[in-house]
């Protein structure tokens, strides 16, 4: 079946903005006429590819379509260029991964093949336990995820686990917790999380001492260097990657450890498609390798 690309254009500009109105304004087209293509496509394939709500989401089938068009377009691209022998010039590329990975291992093994490569990012930040249906509803080409099982037509590569500890600064520990992490002194005690789908915390808190989410206070600090900096200032305490920790004798005022026994290992894993464009493999084999050599491995 020949996909007509006006069609096409449409569905991905309504699925990627959420709106028919941002994908007419986009596509320099009326509403009408994109919801008229969009419609056309969708009696094409048989299928329903859009739900018309606010924002507007791929159906099931929509998001195998998006999958599709984004890495047609990868492939298109490269394969142009090498028809042609020139440069190809920039590829966008988008990923998601999780504010830890982003703040720590991933731009300081990345930048000099994404200066080679001319590859644009599309960065998309959200937790490890999030990013895998990212990509399963077509929104990025790859991601790092917690999700061990690739799904079809995808590969899942082990990264390694990132370590973290349950940290607090002195003066919060010796106010809040001077006897120690305990059940009762959690339950006042105020955690710093990143925002509320991550559980770092909560599943340590119902792990060792069978407080559940909701049982104590919690700020919610986005980002790797803001939810550190709420840590060292003694807002709260909480889960913060080895990666991160200062070495003894610092600059900055000591950390302490609540959970010296029971470090927090967070397994990490790489998927992409498989069938990739030349330049989108360099990247998914520099990722893997980055993230190998820097996270955790094996029982280390």
């Known amino acids: 079946m020949n996909l007509d690309p006006k069609q096409t254009d449409a569905f991905q500009a309504v699925a990627e903005l959420g709106s028919f109105e941002r994908a007419a304004d986009k596509l320099s087209l009326t509403p009408s006429a994109v919801s008229q293509r969009v419609r056309a496509l969708e009696i094409a394939l048989g299928a329903a590819l859009v739900l018309r709500t606010r924002p507007c989401r791929a159906t099931q ?66 937790d490890q336990d999030h990013t895998y249906a990212l990509l399963k509803t077509g929104m990025v080409t790859g991601c790092v995820s917690t999700v061990a099982q690739p799904m079809h037509g995808c590969s899942a590569e082990p990264l390694g686990a990132m370590r973290y500890r349950l940290m607090a600064s002195q003066p919060f520990q010796q106010r809040w917790l001077p006897g120690g992490l305990t059940r009762e002194a959690a339950r006042l005690a105020p955690v710093a999380a990143y925002t509320r789908k991550d559980t770092l915390q909560s599943s340590f ?45 610092g600059s900055h005022p000591p950390l302490v450890d609540l959970a010296p026994g029971h470090p927090t290992d967070v397994a990490l894993y790489w998927h992409a498609w498989k069938l990739q464009s030349p330049r989108m493999e360099r990247l998914s084999r520099q990722i893997v390798d980055a993230a190998r050599a820097s996270l955790r491995q094996g029982t280390s």
């Open 61 to 126: 089938m929509g998001q195998r379509l998006l999958q599709y068009l984004r890495r047609a377009h990868l492939l298109k691209v490269e394969l142009q260029a090498d028809l042609l022998d020139q440069e190809s010039g920039p590829l966008a590329v988008s990923v998601a991964l999780n504010s830890d990975s982003l703040g720590t291992w991933f731009f300081p093994a990345l930048a000099g093949l994404l200066v080679k490569d001319q590859i644009l990012l599309d960065l998309v930040v959200e």
């Open 205 to 249: 808190l119902l792990t060792h001492l069978g407080l559940p989410e909701g049982a104590f206070p919690c700020h919610y600090v986005p980002g790797i260097e803001a939810h550190f900096a709420a840590v060292r200032h003694g807002i709260g305490y909480g889960m913060v990657p080895e990666w991160l920790l200062p070495p003894a004798g």
